[in-house]
């Protein structure tokens, strides 16, 4: 779970998916109320996520020709994967970095 660079208070994981879906303006840090971002780090790991995923689904569909439910729940199932990797490895940072 990520820490507030600031104050160093745990966030939880509502508090940390909040930071993923507004990344680029900031979100208060629950303890504190510092601006708190999500670091360049998380930032290419989301990249990487989101890349595994397509990968994923694409070899499903087309290599292995799943059917419709195995193939829906394989890929219901790596979202839910994904975002659980994505906030355990969330690091935050105290103003905003740009992935470049
Ligand atoms: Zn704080």
Redesign the pocket.
């Known amino acids: 779970m990520p820490q507030?660079?600031?104050?160093?208070?745990k966030w939880k994981a509502r508090q940390t998916l909040k930071a993923h879906i507004d990344y680029s303006q900031g979100t208060n840090?629950?303890?504190?109320?510092?601006e708190?971002y999500v670091s360049r780090f998380t930032k290419m790991l989301q990249g990487f996520i989101l890349l595994g995923y397509i990968i994923i689904t694409f070899l499903a569909w087309k290599v292995f020709e799943l059917p419709t439910i195995p193939f829906f729940a394989i890929a219901v199932s790596t979202i839910v994967i994904g975002i659980f990797i994505l906030i355990a490895t969330t690091k935050l940072a105290n103003k905003a970095e740009s992935v470049w």
């Open positions: 507030c660079q600031n104050c160093g208070y840090c629950p303890d504190c109320q510092e708190q």
